[in-house]
T-cell receptor, first 112, second 111 residues
Framework: DTAVSQTPKYLVTQMGNDKSIKCEQN?????MYWYKQDSKKFLKIMFS???????INETVPNRFSPKSPDKAHLNLHINSLELGDSAVYFC???????????FGSGTQLSVL | EDQVTQSPEALRLQEGESSSLNCSYT??????LFWYRQDPGKGPEFLFT???AGEEKEKERLKATLTKKESFLHITAPKPEDSATYLC????????????FGGGTRLMVKP
């Protein structure tokens, strides 16, 4: 199956911990993204990354950092987790200008 | 700042009762407008891309249209399986391929 896959599906952790969410796409796309969907279901871009450029939404705290070991992977690292980080995080990818982002199935992060 | 507003927030329809969802936008340099469907617990599923005013796209019971200020998603004779949240998003020239989403319309179709 060609897709965007992310792990884990659910992540429950304590405040102050550091955690990572992994994302892989086998679509051959050149750009990957992380989005955050809050409790009101509003979806907001966090990062856009291809092998040339990282674009960061200015509202994203620097505790969040994307790391890309290769073109098919974009992992999300979160340091010093806070209660307000609880949300669903979606990975996505696209190829070329004006094309749709294809989304993974999401990681529900709960910070206790 | 780019803004995308969807209305209504929620819509209840009887099976077979056609209706439209609205997505109004204020952006600089629209590259494309995208419609997605999102089911509970899943990621957004791509439906349509519209690039210029006057453009229309159709898929089964869904038809998307675009003007210079807004887009409509028309649902003809909906079925219960059309129940989902429908998301509208814009892509602007200055922001690469990133999407700015509206708040979504939660559609419930009763049999």
């Amino acid at each position: 199956d060609t897709a965007v896959s992310q792990t884990p599906k659910y992540l429950v952790t304590q405040m102050g911990n550091d955690k990572s969410i992994k994302c892989e796409q086998n679509l051959g796309h050149d750009t990957m993204y992380w989005y955050k969907q809050d409790s009101k279901k509003f979806l907001k871009i966090m990062f856009s990354y291809n092998n040339k450029e990282l674009i960061i939404n200015e509202t994203v705290p620097n505790r969040f950092s994307p790391k890309s070991p290769d073109k098919a992977h974009l992992n999300l690292h979160i340091n010093s987790l806070e209660l307000g980080d609880s949300a669903v995080y979606f990975c996505a990818s696209s190829q070329g200008a004006g094309t749709a982002n294809r989304f993974g199935s999401g990681t529900q992060l709960s910070v206790l | 700042e780019d803004q995308v507003t969807q209305s209504p927030e929620a819509l209840r329809l009887q099976e077979g009762e056609s209706s439209s969802l609205n997505c109004s936008y204020t952006v600089s340099g629209l590259r494309g407008l995208f419609w997605y469907r999102q089911d509970p617990g899943k990621g957004p599923e791509f439906l349509f891309t519209l690039y210029s005013a006057g453009e229309e796209k159709e898929k089964e019971r869904l038809k998307a249209t675009l003007t210079k200020k807004e887009s409509f998603l028309h649902i003809t004779a909906p079925k219960p399986e059309d129940s989902a949240t429908y998301l509208c998003a814009v892509q602007v020239v200055s922001a690469g391929n990133m999407l700015t989403f509206g708040g979504g319309t939660r559609l419930m179709v009763k049999p």
